[in-house]
């Protein structure tokens, strides 16, 4: 006796496999997405925090062998170009978060810059500070009593910064350069 076999051929998906076929898709695409966000927020922090930077240098340099910033405002800012375009509003500085950006001097006889952003997310707050905190410059946060880094030489504290960046949410940044 033969046995008889019958092949059963399938002409298209049955509705398991293409349930399974979409749920895949749906968890590839939502990690792509995560991750895009991830990387988008950490280039704008790193616009943010190079911004910030520019301004800095720009007005430092602007001023030259003077000796205090004891003019520096942020009429003068705007009005002599130390400012991106797109962060002008008006006679205002606004950063990317749409907070309020002042440059002006500080410190004993005006010797150094400050410059405070305003409104920072705590997670954006960490990656500027992250990025700052390479430069020769002292940062800290409105709510905090001392500076994250109080001496140009100081270490990244990211506990510290962590601190600083949760305390308060939106945070504002204040940057200071001699």
């Known amino acids: 006796m033969k046995t008889m076999q019958t092949k059963n051929t399938n002409k298209g998906?049955?509705?398991?496999?293409?349930?399974?076929?979409?749920?895949?898709?749906g968890v590839i695409s939502a990690g792509l997405y995560l991750a895009k966000e991830t990387l988008f927020s950490s280039v704008d922090s790193q616009k943010e925090a190079t911004t910030y930077l520019q301004i800095l240098g720009a007005t430092q340099e602007g001023f030259g062998l003077a000796s205090s910033y004891a003019d520096v405002d942020d009429e003068w800012v705007i009005?002599?170009?130390?400012?991106?375009?797109?962060w002008v509003s008006?006679?205002?500085?606004?950063?990317?978060?749409?907070?309020?950006?002042?440059?002006?001097?500080?410190g004993a006889g005006n010797r150094q810059l400050l410059l405070t952003s305003e409104d920072i997310t705590s997670e954006a707050c960490q990656a500027i500070?992250?990025?700052?905190?390479?430069?020769?410059?002292t940062v800290g946060t409105n709510t905090s009593n001392d500076n994250v880094k109080a001496d140009p030489g100081d270490e990244y504290d990211p506990i510290a910064v962590q601190d600083?960046?949760?305390a308060s949410d939106p945070v504002d940044i204040n940057i200071v350069a001699n």
């Not at 008006?90 to 500080?106: A, C, H, L, M, Q």
């Open 90 to 106: 008006g006679t205002e500085i606004r950063n990317s978060f749409n907070g309020v950006v002042t440059v002006g001097p500080t």
């Open 13 to 25: 998906f049955t509705l398991i496999e293409l349930i399974v076929v979409l749920a895949v898709i």
């Open 129 to 137: 500070m992250r990025i700052i905190s390479r430069e020769s410059v």
């Open 164 to 166: 600083a960046c949760t």
């Open 79 to 86: 009005g002599t170009g130390r400012v991106p375009p797109e």
